[in-house]
């Protein structure tokens, strides 16, 4: 959580913060038969390699998080993007995409 705080504690007067924010079910990991695939799912959702010998304390934890975001048989995901633009130097308007004066 220390990212978004920083994020959003940028100056606004310096920096244009645009927050997305996107939701999705699937189905619980722990379900897939594949033990492949169910550590590269729970590696996705934890942000952390689950690789091929996780602890059983860490498998323990994840299940935990899981379960309190589930529902029946999927869990439900929530993940913040955030789009980040300077305001140029020389104006109060943001700069184009291509690094363009904005006042052009």
Known sequence: ??????ILALSRSSYHVTESIFRAGIGDPFRLPRMDLRRAVLSVL???DVGSN????LFAW???????????DSIQC??????????DDRSPTLSSRRNEPADR
Do not use: K, N, W
Request: proline letters at 3%; one cysteine or more; aromatic letters at 8%.
């Open 1 to 6: 959580m220390q990212a978004h705080d920083t």
């Open 46 to 48: 934890c942000y952390a």
């Open 54 to 57: 996780p602890s059983s304390e």
């Open 62 to 72: 994840v299940r935990d998080v899981l379960r309190r975001h589930g529902t029946g």
């Open 78 to 87: 929530e993940s913040v993007c955030y789009e980040i633009a300077r305001f």
